[in-house]
């Protein structure tokens, strides 16, 4: 019997929550300040912090890739952070 070709949803692969880590983030910096700063690039839907790297997830995969664009290699008080989706 042969295997039947992989389905596909109607749901756009966009829809779904897509996460960035955020490596070098200045210590001095909270959750809420790295939320308020990524929120430009789309609706972030969780943050969470700790010893210099940041996970930001947000709501769907283009607002994740624009933040990565937007922040790679950037400036957030005075250090170069780093962005990768995850």
Excluded: H
């Amino acid at each position: 019997m042969p295997a039947g070709p992989i389905s596909r949803t109607s749901t756009s692969s966009d829809s779904r929550n897509c996460r960035i880590k955020v490596c070098n983030v200045p210590v001095n910096l909270t959750r809420r300040d790295i939320k308020e700063a990524f929120e430009d690039s789309g609706t972030v839907v969780t943050c969470s912090v700790d010893r210099g790297t940041a996970w930001v997830t947000f709501a769907n995969v283009m607002d994740a890739k624009k933040a990565m664009n937007t922040f790679d290699r950037g400036q957030l008080n005075d250090k170069t952070i780093y962005v990768t989706l995850e």
